[in-house]
């Protein structure tokens, strides 16, 4: 069965800092790798999604990065803001209906 | 444009009580999925519905029914409400057949079994 882990749980960064938050996954058959956010007490909103054949995605101060071959995904945040504070999932999808969540990276940025 | 939403958005229930959460999306998407996330464990799938007419069982099904009332409808119904059915319920919908897979999530409905 897929597994996919976030590291690390939490992270507390200072305002403007860059940062990375990573995703990995123990199976490489995948359609695609999804990015969400999540606030507290919401629904999750979609950042972006890398198709398998992709290698990265990018919407603004986002970038995403995909490498099945060895199960790794990335998220860079650049010039961190205060409004960035919340709770970053990715989700694999191996099938129609295979879907494997990451149990999050709570990201708190200090003013 | 309304995207997914979800009534109710909280819901208090007994053991033993039934229920049914409403989902509808705006999105003409062909695909519509059930979700209950649980501190600890992540997203999970209940149920799916590829299309218009057709249901099918994701990873944790028991204790749940689904209804696929026409394209924009998906509704989720606990026949027998349990305390391990206490959990926040998302719905979402994929335009999956088209070139983007891309998952949209509704609010989220927090149910709570006493």
């Known amino acids: 069965k897929q597994e996919v882990t976030q590291i690390p749980a939490a992270l507390s960064v200072p305002e403007g800092e860059n940062l990375v938050l990573n995703c990995s996954f123990t199976d490489s058959a995948i359609y695609n790798l999804q990015w969400f956010r999540q606030d507290p007490g919401k629904g999750l909103t979609s950042l972006l999604l890398?198709?398998?054949?992709?290698r990265e995605q990018t919407s603004g101060r986002l970038n995403a990065s995909l490498d099945k071959s060895s199960g790794r995904s990335t998220l860079y945040i650049a010039a961190s803001q205060p409004g960035d504070s919340a709770t970053y999932l990715c989700?694999?999808?191996?099938?129609?209906?295979?879907?494997?969540f990451g149990s999050g990276t709570k990201l708190n940025v200090k003013p | 444009n309304a995207g997914v939403t979800q009534t109710p958005k909280f819901q208090v229930l007994k053991t033993g009580q039934s229920m049914t959460l409403q989902c509808a999306q705006d999105m003409n998407h062909n695909s519509m999925y059930w979700y209950r996330q649980d501190p600890g464990m992540g997203l999970r799938l209940i149920y799916y519905s590829a299309s218009e007419g057709t249901t099918d069982k994701g990873e944790v099904p028991n204790g749940y029914n689904v209804s696929r009332l026409n394209k924009r409808e998906f509704s989720l119904r606990l026949e027998s409400a349990a305390p391990s059915q206490t959990s926040v319920y998302f719905c979402a919908s994929s335009p999956w057949g088209s070139s983007s897979y891309e998952q949209y999530f509704g609010p989220g409905t927090r149910l709570t079994v006493t």
């Open positions: 989700a694999v999808q191996a099938n129609f209906n295979k879907f494997y």
């Open positions: 890398i198709q398998s054949s992709q």
